[in-house]
């Protein structure tokens, strides 16, 4: 079952465009993440399933009800992290999130999650939210999307200003969420974060969905990479580039070649063939080195062809 | 939308802008009822009649025409008493009330991006508009009562030589509270349109401001008195009130009808505008 489910959302800012045409879906119990650089429209994107934007085209549904901006669709069950989190800085974070959660069904459940996961977050409620440090006061975000244990959690960039225990522990927590059949919408620019969360991701550039897939597909597709190591003593041979198109050195070493090639491995392991190799690394491409393609300006053409058939295929 | 998951009306929202709000009704009440406790004090003998009356016609004919013209005379102390309801300081709060209230509540939570919080939880945005306006309008209405409550109380507390009767008070307090509603309905639909809330009070204070000059100079300038229905004020006649038994209908319709007429003005731009952009 889909838990959300997005066609052919478009939101124009009067001529600047938000997003355009992005369908997806995004089924129970799964971490979805949605990567793009700043100003690429995820936040847009956000906004609109959470009803608070209005689109200009298309619509998104959730927990299979469709979202009317302004209503308050299905809010009692998402929990939401804005990108950029401010809350009431006169009330202590005990306070402000016990005001907040009041806005739906403030239980004891929820009062007792709050204080546990207060502490899994080392946070003090008791401090005026306004004397709290930038990660502290990020941490009141994160505790504010999870109080109530939802079964949606949409969360716009939620680790950002965290130090890296923490950071883990937020991951951790949303792993939990989805262990426990939450599903997961992760807004991020933090590949790292996104590749170590999520099975699968959509990458948007300029308000466009240029790709939907999974993980290790997004990290597979365009170059692989081989690392040869030659018997000692042997000189390294230089490329024929050539002979083989598609191929480039990466780094080269004394004794060593890193190699990045395109399609299938066969004419560069006939070619390495030809040399006294001593071992053959297949060292795994980043998803860094994946989503800075779909950014460089040669990448362009191929991420505009792309633009209509992302290779998730099906969208969901 | 099933009417299951339908959102509650958010009593939570209401109590929590209500208890932001207190201190400064409190604060206003207060004032408007000290305010009055001593213009019956200046009025409840003679020689103090005579003294304001003194001082009042020091001061240019529009201002005595303001707060009830010839109905202040020694003997009138009806009129005189209302002098309470109409000085400058008392509208001058009532206004505060009535524009600060919906900026700071709706301009205010955009400004400070915790909207997007309120509205992120089992609230709708028609929901939020509801209740800052019934926040506005539910103030507005108990200050007025407050202001009512110290004339009743400064007429237990002094001794006037004729008897003074509360009833016109009462309608003139209930008219003000219209007018003031109708201030506060202006400004809860500049509250919609601007995102900032120093835009929204601008507007809202050079509404008031336009309507208030419109008012003297149409009252100070007979060839400018076809002006005089332009303006707000217009629909507070107090000596009218204290001479006249009966209620003015007219001018509540009139208040009653920009009051809603504006609310739902704003509530229609309110439901459509992107939020919290």
Redesign the interface.
């Known amino acids: 079952m889909n838990t959300i489910e997005v066609r052919s959302l478009t939101k124009w800012y009067g001529s600047a465009r938000g997003v355009e045409d992005l369908t997806f879906s995004v089924e129970q119990g799964e971490i979805f993440g949605y990567l793009g650089p700043n100003g690429s429209g995820k936040t847009t994107t956000i906004r609109c399933v959470m009803g608070l934007l209005r689109p200009t085209g298309g619509e998104s549904r959730v927990l299979g009800e469709r979202v009317v901006p302004g209503r308050a669709t299905q809010h009692l069950r998402i929990g939401y992290l804005p990108g950029d989190f401010r809350i009431w800085p006169g009330l202590t974070a005990r306070r402000a999130l016990g005001v907040l959660a009041a806005f739906g069904d403030n239980d004891t459940r929820t009062r007792v999650r709050r204080e546990e996961l207060a502490e899994r977050l080392d946070l003090a409620l008791d401090r005026r939210v306004g004397d709290l440090s930038r990660g502290n006061r990020q941490k009141v975000g994160v505790l504010y999307a999870f109080q109530h244990q939802p079964e949606v959690l949409i969360l716009d960039e939620p680790t950002s200003g965290l130090d890296p225990l923490v950071r883990q522990i937020v991951l951790d927590l949303i792993r939990q969420a989805a262990d426990g059949g939450a599903t997961v919408f992760l807004s991020s620019h933090d590949l790292s974060e996104v590749s170590s969360v999520c099975v699968r991701a959509g990458i948007l550039r300029e308000g466009r969905l240029v790709e939907l897939a999974p993980i290790s597909n997004i990290v597979q597709q365009g170059e692989r990479r081989l690392k040869v190591w030659f018997v000692e003593g042997t000189q390294v041979p230089p490329l024929p580039v050539d002979r083989l198109p598609g191929v480039r050195v990466v780094e080269q070493e004394p004794g060593a070649l890193h190699i990045a090639y395109q399609g299938t491995a066969d004419a560069v392991l006939k070619w390495i063939a030809q040399f006294p190799v001593d071992r053959i690394a297949t060292p795994q491409t980043s998803l860094e080195e994946a989503f800075f393609r779909y950014y460089r300006k040669d990448a362009c053409s191929t991420a505009e062809d792309n633009d209509n058939t992302p290779s998730g295929g099906d969208g969901s | 939308?099933?009417s299951a998951?339908r959102?509650k009306f958010?009593f939570?929202?209401l109590g929590?802008w209500l208890r932001r709000i207190l201190p400064v009704w409190a604060l206003i009440a207060l004032m408007i009822f000290l305010i009055q406790i001593a213009v019956c004090g200046i009025v409840h003998d003679n020689q103090g009649i005579k003294t304001l009356l003194n001082f009042l016609d020091l001061l240019p004919s529009f201002v005595k025409t303001a707060l009830g013209g010839e109905a202040l005379q020694v003997g009138n102390v009806s009129a005189l008493i209302a002098i309470g309801y109409q000085h400058p300081l008392v509208l001058l709060l009532l206004m505060l009330f009535a524009v600060g209230v919906p900026t700071s509540l709706l301009t205010g939570e955009v400004e400070?991006?915790?909207m997007?919080?309120?509205?992120?939880?089992?609230?709708?945005?028609?929901q939020v508009y509801v209740c800052a306006g019934a926040l506005t309008v539910a103030g507005m209405f108990a200050l007025v009562m407050v202001m009512f409550f110290g004339t009743f109380t400064a007429t237990r507390i002094y001794h006037f030589e004729e008897p003074v009767s509360l009833y016109p008070f009462f309608r003139a307090a209930i008219n003000g509270g219209l007018l003031a509603s109708a201030v506060g309905a202006i400004a809860l639909l500049a509250a919609s349109v601007f995102r900032h809330r120093s835009m929204a009070v601008g507007v809202a204070v050079a509404y008031l401001v336009v309507n208030y000059f419109v008012a003297v100079i149409a009252e100070w300038w007979p060839r400018m008195g076809f002006l005089k229905p332009a303006t707000l004020f217009q629909y507070v006649n107090g000596p009218r009130i204290f001479r006249e038994p009966a209620w003015p209908v007219g001018d509540m319709c009139v208040l009653a009808a920009i009051l809603i007429g504006a609310a739902i003005a704003g509530g229609v731009i309110w439901?459509?505008r992107?939020?919290?952009?």
């Open positions: 939308m099933t998951s959102p958010p939570a929202l929590f400070k991006g915790t997007e919080l309120i509205l992120s939880r089992s609230i709708t945005k028609t439901h459509r992107d939020l919290p952009l």
